[in-house]
């Protein structure tokens, strides 16, 4: 026979973050480098598990390689992305049960945003280095649509009134640029196939700081 209660968990609407990891570019080029980067965020707790926020990105994203590239390019870009952003993390939808192994991974977040990248290519192929004196389209600096696609999952750290002052957070993004900014490259299609959006991928981790007014969350369980 089960019965039914209700436990209350006390949580801030508010958090700060910084977080770096490693960002990996799809682009136009065949070669494509691996570079740190790193993040800044605001977070708002509608509830524990439903977050909205603001994020910034910068690093660097580079690839190519003037010597084994197919059309001889390379571009180093400097970039930083502003998004915002939603997250829900499995928690919400759980009914707890204890014991329970889901409350083990009530963390499991997926969520999605918007914003954008704004460009700065710190070195670019512009001219083919084979005599032809082919230049190639595209842009030095430019501003481009970005959504972001992220996974991961947050750990939770208590302070003294077992409520969560710190998070930890693993994360991996995967962000779809809308324009051809990414990489400099904005060379015809047909020949140099680059047809699809340039994206780059981006794993994290980081930590966050939980401040600001208390609000209860309840949440039904059974035992």
Known sequence: MY???FSQYNFRRYSIGIGGGMNEPYSDVKYNDRSPAFTLNGDFYLTPFIIGGLEAQFGKL????????????EFN?????????????????????????????????IGSGVGFIK????????????????????KDASI????????????????GWDETRYIMTLG???????GEGMDGFNDPPSEFE???ND??????????????RKAPFYRPFRY
């Open 3 to 5: 019965s039914s209660a």
């Open 62 to 73: 580079q690839g190519g390689d003037m010597a084994n590239d197919k059309h001889l390019r």
């Open 77 to 109: 870009n400097s970039y930083i992305t502003s998004t915002l952003n939603a997250r829900v993390a499995l928690g919400e939808l759980l009914n707890y049960h204890r014991p329970s192994i889901l409350n083990s991974f009530k963390g499991l977040y």
């Open 119 to 138: 460009n700065k290519m710190t070195f670019v192929t512009r001219i083919k280095p084979d005599g032809s004196n082919y230049e190639f389209p595209g």
């Open 144 to 159: 481009n649509l970005v959504v972001p696609l992220t996974a991961g999952i947050n750990f939770n750290f208590l302070d």
């Open 172 to 178: 991996y993004q995967m962000n779809v640029t809308f």
């Open 194 to 196: 680059n047809d699809n």
């Open 199 to 212: 994206m780059f991928a981006y794993a994290t981790i980081g930590v966050k700081y939980c401040f600001g």
